[in-house]
């Protein structure tokens, strides 16, 4: 018998009161596309690309979604950040320019629309 194995994470992600604006940010900033809305009013969406897919639900409490941090690791880390500037160049955190880490990774921060940190990043082997 095979040992457990772990898959990708689909993290539920607090998306404040405007679920629209979260969803068009993670459409035409980071190139998701939404494979499921659900509610009237809209209360969740499903958002993927590649292997990466998030939950975003409406929430009003702010406090609640902004220490949320999210890391999707990433190959062709140099090209997404390219890709990222060429669409807004402002959505990169400041503080988050495309750089490697002493840790060996090199990564990049966006914040979105709520306040969720996504750090992108690739490693080296």
């Known amino acids: 018998m095979s040992p457990p194995k772990l898959g990708s994470i689909s993290p539920l992600v607090p998306a404040g009161e405007d679920l629209e604006a979260s969803i068009a940010f993670y459409e035409q900033k980071l190139g998701f596309t939404t494979i499921h ?28 979604g902004s220490p949320t941090s999210l890391r999707l690791q990433v190959t062709g880390i140099e090209q997404l950040y390219a890709e990222y500037q060429a669409k807004d160049e402002t959505i990169i955190h400041p503080d988050g320019s495309l750089e490697q880490k002493p ?3 090199k990564e990049f921060m966006v914040f979105d629309p709520a306040g969720c940190c996504l750090t992108f990043f690739e490693m080296p082997y």
């Not at 690309?49 to 929430?59: E, Q």
């Open 103 to 105: 840790w060996g990774s």
């Open 37 to 64: 809305r659900e509610g009237d009013p809209l209360r969740l969406a499903i958002v993927q690309r590649d292997t990466a897919m998030i939950y975003l639900c409406k929430n009003g409490y702010q406090n609640l």
